[in-house]
T-cell receptor, first 113, second 113 residues
Framework: EAGVAQSPRYKIIEKRQSVAFWCNPI?????LYWYQQILGQGPKLLIQ????????DSQLPKDRFSAERLKGVDSTLKIQPAKLEDSAVYLC???????????FGSGTRLTVV | GNSVTQMEGPVTLSEEAFLTINCTYT??????LFWYVQYPGEGLQLLLK?????DKGSNKGFEATYRKETTSFHLEKGSVQVSDSAVYFC????????????FGQGTELSVKP
């Protein structure tokens, strides 16, 4: 089975620029998650989708971050404008349902300079 | 609120030594418990899980037992190898919030030959 695909792998941008990350979950996985992992910390959930509806976005900084999951499959996460503190690895994960562990993608490492 | 506390790292061991990484959690409801591992430069991988009290999860020589009375899920391995060097994350899955994983800060393990 193919894993969770993410792109790009790395991205360097200047502060105040915008950036977008893409995620393709495992086929048939209804639940999709975006996590932010700052260096030296554990991943923090940004947003959770069930099919194409948002389940939890309580920790998403909505003034600059947005995410969508069209047709309940692929998802994009956007940051506009970026700040220095947004430098992190952005992880996408998918799950078939309750009680199952997630499968994570390799992540996108964002550096804001 | 929901939270996870892991023992501070880095943990440095010699090959074939016994490993324990402590994890305690605070969670609403009755969570499932997971350990994830992150090898250098890679994404998070599911290591093991336990879904109810007294269950023991195991994989690749690692074990952890769900202790509901002490809200703990300590990770153990009898004989570590250099290839076990990685960061280990404890994570309860909180079901009353749509089934999301809450991660600890991670414990870095370094195994020397």
């Amino acid at each position: 089975e193919a894993g969770v695909a993410q792109s790009p792998r790395y991205k360097i941008i200047e502060k105040r620029q915008s950036v977008a990350f893409w995620c393709n979950p495992i086929s048939g996985h209804a639940t999709l998650y975006w996590y932010q992992q700052i260096l030296g910390q554990g991943p923090k959930l940004l947003i959770q989708f069930q099919n194409n509806g948002v389940v939890d976005d309580s920790q998403l900084p909505k003034d600059r971050f947005s995410a969508e999951r069209l047709k309940g499959v692929d998802s994009t996460l956007k940051i506009q404008p970026a700040k220095l503190e947004d430098s992190a690895v952005y992880l996408c994960a998918s799950s078939p349902g309750r009680g199952d562990g997630y499968t994570f993608g390799s992540g996108t490492r964002l550096t804001v300079v | 609120g929901n939270s996870v506390t892991q023992m501070e790292g880095p943990v440095t061991l010699s090959e074939e030594a016994f490993l324990t990484i402590n994890c305690t959690y605070t969670a609403t409801g009755y969570p499932s418990l997971f350990w994830y591992v992150q090898y250098p430069g890679e994404g998070l991988q599911l290591l093991l899980k336990a879904t109810k009290a007294d269950d023991k999860g195991s994989n690749k020589g690692f074990e952890a037992t769900y202790r509901k009375e002490t809200t703990s899920f300590h990770l153990e391995k009898g004989s570590v190898q250099v290839s076990d060097s990685a960061v280990y994350f404890c994570a309860p899955m909180i079901y009353n919030q749509g089934g999301k994983l809450i991660f600890g800060q991670g414990t870095e393990l370094s195994v020397k030959p």
